[in-house]
Structure formats: C-alpha cells, structure tokens
C-alpha cells in the first residue's frame, strides 16, 4: 500500500477495501500471534500467543491486514469460519504505510493494532524471524474452531473478558490443540522427546517439565487485574475468566476453562469448565462445582451472589443469590431434599415465581433459588432445606 497521509484518505482506503475485495465481510475477532512450532514437525502449531485481541471492534485495523495480505499474495476465503495467514516483513510495511495519520497515537489505547505491527516490524528488522512464526488469524464465525491460532484467539477473548463466560463456540478445540509437554512456559512436542530422548539425556539437557496437557495455564498468557491473586499458576487453566477481587488459593482449588467468577470470590475449591461463580461468593476447601460432564445432565452450573459451598461439599444444581451447602454433603439434581412447612412458606417468600407443595423435593426442583440453606440431619442422615438466614460476606482487606 501507499503511504497515506491523512485520516480521510485512510478512511477512503477502507472503504474502498470493502467494496473492492469478493466477499468482504467484516471478522467477528481477529489478531497477529506468535506461533510456537513443532521441535520435530516444523509445520505443526504448539501455541499462540497474542499481544492484542480485537473482538467485534477494529475493522479498519481487520480491513489493512487483508488488504496487506492480498499485496503479498494471500487471498482470503470470507466463506469460511476461519483464516490463518503467515505474515512477514513486507506485509507490515504495508500496513504500517496505512497506519501513517495515526503513528503518533500508537502507543494510546485507541491504536493498539499499530503498536503491535511497529514493534513486531522493529524486531524482525533487528533480529529477522522464521518464516510462519508469525501470523494473522481471523475469526469470521462463532463456529467449531479448526486449527490452533483461532482456539488460542476464542480462549484469550474468554480469558480477557471480551466475551461472557458460556457465549462463544469452542466446540473442536479439545481436537485442534495438540497435547504437548509444557516447559518454563515453553511447549515441546511429545514425539520430539521421544525422537531424542537418549541424546538429550546424555547431555543433560533433558528439559524440566512441568506438566503436560493441550491448555497452557492462565499466567501464561493473561495479567490479572491488581486486586486479583492466583497463589499456585497450576490452579488456573488458560480460558477461565476471573473477574477483579477473585482469590484462588493453593491446595484443593482449581478453575477450569470457560469457567470462573463475576465479582469478588474466594477459590479454595472447584469450579469445572462452564461453572460460573457469583459476586461475594465463597466456594470452601475442597468444594466441588460440577462441570457439564460430571452429571448435571449437560447443564452449566451458577452460583449466585454470596453464596457459600461448605468444606468438601458437592454442588450439582444451579444456586441463586445468598445460598448455603454445609459442608461435606453433596446436592446434585436427584438428592432427596426434606423442606418442613414452616421453612417451604420462607423459602417462597423470596422465590415468589415458584409454586411448591409437599415436603420432599429433587435437587433440580430447586434449582436458581435464592436464600436456601442445605443441611444434613447429623441423627437421621436426612438432607434438608431451609431459609438462609446468613448474608456471606467476604473479607473486604482480602479481596
């Protein structure tokens, strides 16, 4: 592209752009990433790391890129749901050429794509780079994810909060993401270590590992908000979401992937992918917060606004706000659920929508209820419900 030298002569090129280019359509998300290839298949993607994620915003930065890469000679497929490209020195040229009326903004929040295509054409410029180390990755439809680069791009808008938690497709990631050996935040092929596992043994340059899966974790790639601690970076699986004041504690917790907070929580448990926790809520030592595939029949689990899951206790139905599991007893879909007449009134009293009548209900019965209280009957073994009559309330110096 030719140097541009005024904000209306940029905004003519994306309009000409759009309507010059077969198919054009606008992506749903797009960024540049570094890519992580294969030690043994050079070709194959590990990882992705993106400096920026733009999603459903950007489409004169998302208009250059394509244009850029037509200039090099990639032509993108607008029907498909995805497009990864390999860029290089000449297609950020290019782009920076564009970028020109707005260089002196680059480094404001309004402009970050052109702080990233500066920096990366800086440090090609110095140091050069590995053809296919670097690319472009468009996301034109929230449909199953094929390849590495668009998962890692739906997994950081679900980390960065740029998307609800439950909102966006990731079905096929589980398949695109190849499981590998993590080391110091660096991902190795397994088959490499296998290829050469005498050698680099002998050596000593056998690599520490310090675990494997297809999932980086969430340090990796993400910096939490400054009221925000992850004491144990294995705690947190890259793809959760933690919203601001969220405490996750070493030993029993853990949060999964497309899983997490909306406010202020403490972490001393589980919370499984898909598992939403509310504001003010305390999930206790060991508790456990069923996934959509640990038996609540494929339905995400939600626990509502200061809620408290007790030590070791099991929630397996969907909580509303100021709810109560004791500790050490489990409430899932099909428990057995005693509720005296006395109790049933106060309970309907702040659940007005709901119409109960008798004494023993399912889990699933109650499910989103707010202010109920489960308990065990230490003599009889019998679990019951009751109006909460506790507000949670989290330590405000902690959070």
Known sequence: MQLIQTTDAFKALIEDIKSTTTGYRDPLAFGICRVDLGQLNVDKSLQATYPLVNWDEN????????????????????????????????????????????????????????????????????????????????????????????????????????????????????????????????????????????????????????????????????????????????????GAQLAAGTTVMPGASYINFNAGTTGSVMVEGRISSSAIVGDGSDVGGGASILGVLSGTDGNPISVGKNSLLGANSTCGIPLGDGCIIDAGIAILEGTKIGIYPNELKKIMEVNTNANMKGEVFKGKQLSFFNGIHFRQNSMTGEITASRSTREIKLNADLH
Request: with cysteine; aromatic share 12%.
């Open 59 to 238: 489409f004169g930065s998302a208009a250059i890129f394509i244009k850029a890469l037509a200039e090099i000679g990639t032509t993108i497929d607008f029907t498909q749901s995805e497009a990864v490209c390999n860029i290089n020195a000449s297609f950020l040229k290019s782009c920076l050429n564009a970028f020109t009326p707005y260089a002196d903004e680059a480094h404001g929040d309004a402009h970050k794509n052109i702080q990233v295509v500066s920096a990366l054409y800086s440090q090609i410029m110095s140091s050069g780079s590995l053809e296919g180390e670097f690319k472009v990755t468009f996301i034109f439809d929230d449909a199953p994810l094929s390849s590495v680069e668009a998962s890692y791009l739906k997994l950081y808008a679900l980390s960065q909060a740029k998307v609800p938690l439950r909102d966006i497709n990731l079905n096929g990631a589980f398949g695109a993401l190849p499981n590998v050996a993590w080391s110091n935040g660096q991902p190795i092929e397994l088959d490499y270590l296998r290829e050469f596992e005498i050698e680099l043994k002998l050596a000593n340059e056998y690599p520490h590992i310090d675990f494997v899966d297809k999932f980086p974790r969430f340090l990796q790639h993400i910096i939490p908000q400054d009221n925000t601690r992850i004491l144990d970076t294995s705690k947190v699986r890259f």
